[in-house]
């Protein structure tokens, strides 16, 4: 069954949010970035404007974690809530694993698996891309 909205919240559950529809996009990430970001091996990310993303309750803190991308994430525990890249802009990533039903939404791919753990065994059978998912309309 398909939602036609998903919510979700950080660890302490002082932010929450809300997205209207199903993401456009949901993909792991295995960028050193992400991994540092999170703590985690690699990153499942769902993608979606920013028109269907709504901060229901709580603050974020902004860090840029390159010239171009900016992390949001909890001020209280520090869950990690959004990644922004100007050049994805109008669209943002959350982190799957944050939905209040993360089941829901399975990711489909893999991202920069030229950088993934010798010790992270891909056996989803999912396409998996060095670098970046080449654009759909490209
Ligand atoms: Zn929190
Ligand atoms: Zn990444």
């Not at 919510?7 to 949901?26: E, F, M, N, W």
Request: net charge neutral.
């Amino acid at each position: 069954m398909s939602r036609t909205e998903l919510s979700g919240r950080c660890l302490c559950g002082a932010v929450q949010y809300r997205i209207t529809g199903q993401p456009d996009d949901a993909f792991y990430c295995h960028c050193e970035s992400c991994r540092r970001s999170s703590g985690a091996p690699f990153v499942a990310w769902g993608r979606v404007p920013q028109t269907r993303f709504e901060l229901t309750q709580g603050a974020l803190s902004k860090f840029a974690s390159s010239p171009d991308v900016t992390r949001s994430r909890c001020t209280g525990c520090g869950t990690e809530i959004l990644y922004q890249h100007k050049d994805c802009l109008p669209d943002l990533d959350f982190p799957l694993a944050t939905l209040n039903n993360p089941e829901d939404v399975a990711p489909a791919y893999h991202v920069r698996t030229v950088e993934k753990l010798p010790w992270v065994q891909l056996g989803d059978g999912l396409p998996k891309y060095e670098a970046w998912r080449p654009k759909k309309d490209a």
